[in-house]
């Protein structure tokens, strides 16, 4: 079984700084992709910022600039980096991973969220 565990959320003030981190766990062959998603209350789940295995990234336009993903040096662990915060980034974070195990091609995984709030 594979489990996403997240780390790192909590309250910061505007122009703050936090660091999310996802860490990937169970019968992995392969992690094809992790990412992060973000939803604020009465809004729809969105793409914050992808890492694929080769190493691209993809950003969502409101955090170029600000956020960055990498890849930790712990195994099978990625890492948000989310700087100069405003309100507008308060939400809920979710991990999401499309990770190869035993028995299938691929499937998709969701962490159970993480709070962030942005605020005065």
């Known amino acids: 079984q594979v489990q996403l565990v997240e780390s790192g959320g909590g309250l910061v003030q505007p122009g703050g700084s936090l660091r999310l981190s996802c860490a990937a766990s169970?019968?992995?062959?392969?992690?094809?992709?992790m990412a992060w998603y973000r939803q604020a209350p009465g809004k729809e789940r969105e793409l914050v910022a992808r890492?694929?295995?080769?190493?691209?990234?993809n950003y969502v336009d409101s955090v170029l600039g600000r956020f960055t993903i990498s890849r930790d040096s712990a195994e099978n662990t990625v890492v948000l980096q989310m700087n100069n915060l405003k309100p507008e980034d308060t939400a809920v974070y979710y991990c999401n991973a499309q990770i190869t195990t035993n028995g299938v091609r691929w499937s998709v995984y969701w962490g159970q969220g993480t709070q962030v709030t942005v605020s005065s």
């Open positions: 890492l694929t295995s080769g190493g691209g990234t």
């Open positions: 169970g019968s992995i062959i392969s992690i094809n992709f």
